[in-house]
């Protein structure tokens, strides 16, 4: 657990280790990660005292606490464009190729674990830092680097072949065309395993997420977002469809779709609902469209691909059967992609801006052998920052095999061009953007 606090006096940051058999050995290695941060003078927050509860069940570290300071993580996410932080990331990267040089590996590299101040980038938890005698190779500096700019996005390979220069410059390397190659190799493979590990997260406790699990209710939902009207609403679904800031945006048989204020937070609650009891028989055995959504939510927004973030899930169970289930996601304000070319019918260089942010949007999700499956033109939303945001994933498959995955994109592109037959100035820009993939 880490926790701000005060200690003599002092604004702090604690970290308790309370792991019933291995808090001592977890405490000792981030010890062990920051002295060798501070060895090789490399920045970090200072280490004011490290101890135990007097029963030995804890053991604690006490760090000085950096203000006027925000995390790379916050950062990114903040950002409208990756031009708005490149020359962020620039620094990052020349900061761990000065670690790679020092002999000293962040086996954890993400982006939370660099806090920026205006003048200073400080280097957090020491618990997965291995320090080498001499600097890492180019095979392994190369992999590491791998694993930082796999948390850059999917579609971001061009600002990878930058970042990779970028580091290659500062370590005097001499680049070929293969390099780059390998690289975004390692940076597929490292997206492979950061998923694997993060689909893990998403259906457990942990510090993102917590599950709820009785013999009525089954699901999960994102701490940030709790709340005591939030929690009401998680024992009691149907509450939402009833509360008074809802506002209803679709009924139908299948569905039930409101946009409701919960916790000082708009949120859109969908309901899926069972038409017949045919139709219950059949759900029963099967995953929830809730589940599946809130689960292929969670893989776009791993991978920066604009989704409206997922809130929540939950599953009416009776004697472990599935029943109605529903989804929560954030509210995302803005027009749908038809009627922002219909208002900007006239401006070509907005329409062709748009035409090329929503292709990337569309090849990017293929990128992860995934079909959205229903590209109603109301299902891409343009948000105040005039960037496309997919939203309803019931109808989004993963796709096992590239043969698949094909021709399942056909489908989907031919789908989504029909909702162009009365515009077709629009129709031949999107043809010929999405030709080029």
């Known amino acids: 657990m880490v ?67 925000r995390n ?13 932080v490149l020359s962020i990331l620039k620094s990052v990267v020349i900061e761990i190729a000065t670690q790679h040089v020092l002999g000293l590996m962040q086996h954890d590299l993400h982006l939370k674990n660099f806090l920026l101040t205006d003048k200073t980038i400080y280097t957090l938890d020491g618990a997965q830092i291995e320090s080498f005698p001499n600097m890492l190779s180019k095979s392994v500096s190369m992999n590491n680097l791998a694993l930082f700019l796999s948390q850059l996005g999917i579609d971001a390979e061009g600002y990878h072949e930058i970042l990779f220069r970028h580091y290659a410059d500062a370590r005097g390397w001499s680049l070929k065309p293969e390099d780059t190659v390998d690289l975004l190799l390692m940076i597929r493979k490292w997206n492979d395993h950061r998923w694997g590990k993060f689909i893990k997260k998403i259906f457990r406790n942990c510090t993102d997420f917590v599950r709820i699990r009785n013999w009525q209710w089954y699901g999960m939902y994102n701490r940030a977002y709790e709340s005591p009207e939030f929690l009401d609403f998680m024992a009691n679904p149907d509450s939402a469809f009833s509360h008074p800031s809802a506002h209803l945006l679709k009924a139908g048989r299948s569905s039930t779709v409101v946009k409701v204020t919960l916790g000082q937070r708009d949120l859109v609650v969908k309901r899926y609902n069972m038409k017949n009891g045919w139709h219950r028989l059949r759900r029963c055995l099967r995953s929830t469209r809730a589940l599946s959504s809130w689960r292929l939510a969670q893989k776009l927004c791993l991978f920066d691909i604009p989704t409206a973030r997922p809130v929540a899930f939950i599953e009416k169970r009776v004697l472990g059967l599935r029943g109605k289930s529903y989804y929560v996601t954030e509210y995302v304000s803005g027009e749908h992609a038809g009627d922002f070319f219909k208002h900007n019918n006239m ?20 990128k992860l052998e995934i079909t959205h499956g229903d590209l109603k033109i109301t299902n891409i939303l343009i948000d105040a920052h005039k960037q496309p945001v997919l939203i309803d994933l019931d109808g989004a498959a993963e796709h096992l095999s590239l043969t698949g995955l094909r021709k399942a994109w056909r489908k989907e592109i031919e789908r989504f061009l029909d909702n162009f037959r009365s515009n077709p100035n629009v129709k031949r820009k999107f043809e010929a953007e999405l030709a080029k993939w």
């Open 3 to 69: 926790a701000f606090g005060v200690w003599q006096g002092k604004q702090v940051v604690a970290k308790l280790f309370y792991d019933n058999k291995n808090a001592r050995r977890h405490m000792e290695k981030d010890i062990a990660g920051i002295q060798s941060l501070q060895k090789n003078k490399i920045p970090t927050p200072e280490l004011l005292y490290e101890g135990a509860t007097a029963d030995k069940r804890v053991y604690i570290l006490i760090f000085e606490r950096i203000f006027d300071s």
């Open 72 to 84: 790379l993580e916050d950062l990114w996410r903040e950002k409208r464009c990756m031009d708005d």
């Open 347 to 366: 401006m070509e260089d907005t329409i062709m801006d748009m035409v090329k942010r929503i292709s990337l949007l569309l090849k990017s999700v293929a």
